[in-house]
């Protein structure tokens, strides 16, 4: 069974357009490297896939239509950038030893893209 058929199976019409989006893609290539692409591990894209993903969706999606889909945010920061790689820099660990890193450690927890629920705090 491939991917699509394995959203239809298991989401059938309520599949969200991201969903779908992130099935053609493990199709048109490999489960592991769509994860990889997105943040993700193989096993939770096939959970993903399955609907039976029990963590937040919300960053899923967010991943899905930032690598696959072209959807961008505004950071306050670096501007114009692909929503995964603004995912990615809310997920970063503080980090003193680099200084854009810093930056964008204080800046996401404030900022309205924030998705991971990760707020700011001093260090």
């Known amino acids: 069974m491939n991917a699509?058929?394995?959203?239809?199976e298991y989401w059938g019409d309520a599949a969200p357009d991201w969903v779908l989006q992130l099935a053609i893609e493990c199709d048109?290539?490999?489960q592991r490297d769509v994860a990889v692409k997105i943040?993700?591990?193989p096993a939770?894209?096939?959970q993903i896939l399955k609907n039976a993903y029990k963590a937040n969706l919300r960053t899923v999606e967010v991943a899905v239509r930032g690598a696959f889909m072209n959807q961008v945010v505004?950071?306050?920061i670096q501007g114009e950038i692909k929503a995964n790689v603004c995912l990615k820099n809310q997920r970063l660990p503080f980090a003193v030893t680099n200084p854009m890193r810093t930056i964008l450690f204080k800046a996401c927890r404030k900022c309205p893209?924030?998705?991971t629920g990760k707020k700011h705090h001093e260090h």
């Open 4 to 8: 699509l058929e394995r959203v239809n």
């Open 74 to 76: 505004q950071c306050p």
């Open 44 to 46: 939770a894209v096939t």
């Open 113 to 115: 893209n924030n998705c």
């Open 39 to 41: 943040g993700y591990s």
């Open 28 to 30: 048109n290539s490999s």
